[in-house]
């Protein structure tokens, strides 16, 4: 198993921001559709 991407909505000092972990995929968050990863 691989974390591919971490939504953070929010924690401390972080609010509503994404990471990114591998340079395989390309991931977002978008609110309406929860999520979307490409494999590049």
Do not use: A
């Not at 591919?4 to 401390?12: G, Q």
């Not at 000092?13 to 991931?27: A, D, L, M, T, Y």
Request: glycine fraction near 2%; hydrophobic fraction near 25%; aromatic fraction near 18%.
């Amino acid at each position: 198993m691989e974390l591919v991407y971490l939504w953070v909505e929010d924690y401390k000092n972080i609010k509503k921001q994404g990471f990114n972990f591998s340079p395989r995929f390309e991931c977002t968050y978008e609110n309406e559709k929860r999520e979307h990863c490409s494999e590049d």
